[in-house]
T-cell receptor, first 117, second 114 residues
């Protein structure tokens, strides 16, 4: 089945220690998104890739970076995690159609729950 | 500006009861898209439905149905004969042409009691 895969499902890191979360997809979608979701809140978009074109949200901290080496994979790097970065990180993909990238259905992975000690 | 309001923070129903989750949206765009997602305790956001602003037909999929009314800017979701597996947080979301992201509501936590 075509899907969005995130590894690991659970990640524990120490305060200030860099961490990388990964996402892969078999849907062959050209848009990949990273969301942060804190407890009892809606997902918040951090950034997205439209093909190789990186698009950062204005309020995403510099501490968060992303890489997309190919169509299938996308990584979220947190350079110096703080306690406030503990959250669920969701990867999503969509196929940007003629209506624009924001309007197509986004398919989400299972998420990576990050704990910062 | 776009906004989605889900006024019901938490709902509890007994199994087999029907339940409606409310969603009210705000946008000045004439073309927009509405979505519902389900987030079970495992955390994955599961896509349920996408409707565009020009299609006001109600939709039924098994025990799920959606009522889209542009006159009241609402896109409500009804689960008929609820089951324990329906327990989850349900998000309503809006997107518009030119925006990169989904505008999510704050979610409604549904608990179905056996």
């Amino acid at each position: 089945d075509a899907m969005v895969i995130q590894n690991p499902r659970y990640q524990v890191t120490q305060f200030g220690k860099p961490v990388t979360l990964s996402c892969s997809q078999t849907l062959n979608h050209n848009v990949m998104y990273w969301y942060q979701q804190k407890s009892s809140q809606a997902p918040k978009l951090l950034f997205h890739y439209y093909d190789k074109d990186f698009n950062n949200e204005a309020d995403t901290p510099d501490n968060f970076q992303s890489r997309r080496p190919n169509t299938s994979f996308c990584f979220l790097d947190i350079r110096s995690p703080g306690l406030g970065d503990a959250a669920m990180y969701l990867c999503a993909t969509s196929r940007a159609g003629t209506s624009g990238r924001g309007t197509d259905t986004q398919y989400f992975g299972p998420g990576t729950r990050l704990t910062v000690l | 500006a776009q906004k989605v309001t889900q006024a019901q923070t938490e709902i509890s129903v007994v199994e087999k009861e029907d339940v409606t989750l409310d969603c009210v949206y705000e946008t000045r765009d004439t073309t927009y898209y509405l979505f519902w997602y389900k987030q079970p305790p495992s955390g994955e956001l599961v896509f349920l439905i996408r409707r565009n602003s020009f299609d006001e037909q109600n939709e039924i999929s098994g025990r799920y149905s959606w009522n889209f009314q542009k006159s009241t800017s609402s896109f409500n979701f009804t689960i008929t004969a609820s089951q324990v597996v329906d327990s989850a947080v349900y998000f309503c979301a809006l997107s518009v042409i030119g925006a990169n992201n989904l505008f999510f509501g704050t979610g409604t936590r549904l608990t179905v009691i056996p």
